[in-house]
């Protein structure tokens, strides 16, 4: 079991920031996948981006009913269909966002022995994965809500 880090909350400014790739797989990033995990678990998440525990590189960690991915540079080469779905997010805590994803995607990236995988997915794997991609390039939830509940966020805090 890994550590448990600090989940990084909106506004910090690392989770506006774009990441570095990963260059290879070494122990550093077997270790940084495993406390990843352990602290998505421990706040009940089922996906986790670098960016949100601090670190700037392509990482992330997802679990849906007992799949565990660990993925380094993730990229989706092909995505289908569409589905909007409520989504929350650890790092903007209290808020959920309805947004329209791709409901199939193909994702490619290093898996947590440094191959490169092909992932497809669809639904709710398909949702985690275009999520946390999102927070690799700075991009989070509260981005996809139209102007006026924007305007409420800033204004309020957080989304009613």
């Known amino acids: 079991m890994g550590k448990i880090l600090k989940i ?9 920031e774009g ?12 270790k940084l996948f495993e406390d990843m995990f352990s602290t998505m678990r421990n706040s009940s998440g089922i996906g986790l981006a670098a960016p949100q525990v601090g670190i700037n590189q392509k990482l992330i960690v997802a679990d849906i009913d007992g799949q565990l991915l660990k993925l380094a540079n993730p990229e989706v080469i092909k995505a289908e269909g569409k589905d909007k779905m409520e989504e929350g997010c650890l790092s903007v805590p209290g808020v959920l966002v ?4 791709a ?13 490169l995988v092909e ?8 949702r985690i994965l275009l999520h946390e991609i ?4 700075g991009k989070l939830i509260i981005d996809y809500m ?15």
């Open 19 to 30: 990441s570095r790739a990963v260059e290879k797989i070494a122990e550093t990033e077997t």
């Open 119 to 126: 992932i497809k997915a669809r639904g709710l794997l398909a």
């Open 146 to 160: 139209n102007f006026f509940k924007k305007v409420r966020f800033k204004i309020c805090g957080r989304n009613k």
């Open 98 to 101: 309805n947004i329209e994803r």
């Open 134 to 137: 999102d927070h690799l390039n």
């Open 8 to 16: 990084k909350k909106y506004p910090d400014k690392i989770l506006r």
């Open 103 to 115: 409901y199939e995607v193909v994702v490619k990236g290093l898996n947590e022995n440094g191959e």
